[in-house]
T-cell receptor
Framework: EAGVAQSPRYKIIEKRQSVAFWCNPI?????LYWYQQILGQGPKLLIQ????????DSQLPKDRFSAERLKGVDSTLKIQPAKLEDSAVYLC?????????????FGSGTRLTVV | QKEVEQDPGPLSVPEGAIVSLNCTYS??????FMWYRQYSRKGPELLMY????GNKEDGRFTAQVDKSSKYISLFIRDSQPSDSATYLC???????????FGTGTQLKVEL
């Protein structure tokens, strides 16, 4: 079984620029999550999709972050404009059923540095 | 106060030692408790999960939950250098609810 694919692996941008991350979940996984992991902290959920629909985006800074999941498969997360505090690893995860007890599979993440 | 507290370490132990990793939490609504392992520059991977209080064993790993004390533990027996990683506790209020993670404890097992 192929894992969760994310790209790019690394990205360096200047503040106020925009950036986009891409995620391809495991085939057949209906639920997709984006997490933000700041250095020295645990991952924080940004948004959860169930197929095409958003289940939870309560911690997504909607003034600058947006996410979509096309046709219930791939997903993109965008930041516009970026701030210094957005420097973090952005992790995508997927699961067959909704809910963490079913075992997320995480991708390796995109490491974003905002300078 | 954070909902989930975890000592960040680093924790350094000799090969073969028993390792104890712990988390405390403040929200009594948490029902599901997980431990994830994260190698450097990789995503977290699920090690174990338990529901409510009690113990669960899987090979060299044992997870314990004490809901009365709001305290969870992960024990690693006969630790190996390959166990060197960051260990994250995580918990959820229900099966379909989001995970709340601790900050992670960095473990190094030395030869």
């Amino acid at each position: 079984e192929a894992g969760v694919a994310q790209s790019p692996r690394y990205k360096i941008i200047e503040k106020r620029q925009s950036v986009a991350f891409w995620c391809n979940p495991i085939s057949g996984h209906a639920t997709l999550y984006w997490y933000q992991q700041i250095l020295g902290q645990g991952p924080k959920l940004l948004i959860q999709f169930q197929n095409n629909g958003v289940v939870d985006d309560s911690q997504l800074p909607k003034d600058r972050f947006s996410a979509e999941r096309l046709k219930g498969v791939d997903s993109t997360l965008k930041i516009q404009p970026a701030k210094l505090e957005d420097s973090a690893v952005y992790l995508c995860a997927s699961s067959f059923e909704s809910g963490p007890v079913y075992g997320y599979t995480f991708g390796s993440g995109t490491r974003l540095t905002v300078v | 106060q954070k909902e989930v507290e975890q000592d960040p370490g680093p924790l350094s132990v000799p090969e073969g030692a028993i390792v104890s990793l712990n988390c405390t939490y403040s929200n009594s609504a948490f029902q599901y408790f997980m431990w994830y392992r994260q190698y450097s520059r990789k995503g977290p991977e699920l090690l174990m999960y338990t529901y409510s209080s009690g113990n669960k064993e899987d090979g060299r790993f044992t997870a314990q939950v004490d809901k009365s004390s709001k305290y969870i533990s992960l024990f690693i027996r006969d630790s190996q250098p390959s166990d060197s990683a960051t260990y994250l506790c995580a918990m959820s209020k229900g099966g379909g609810n989001k995970l709340t993670f601790g900050t992670g404890t960095q473990l190094k097992v030395e030869l």
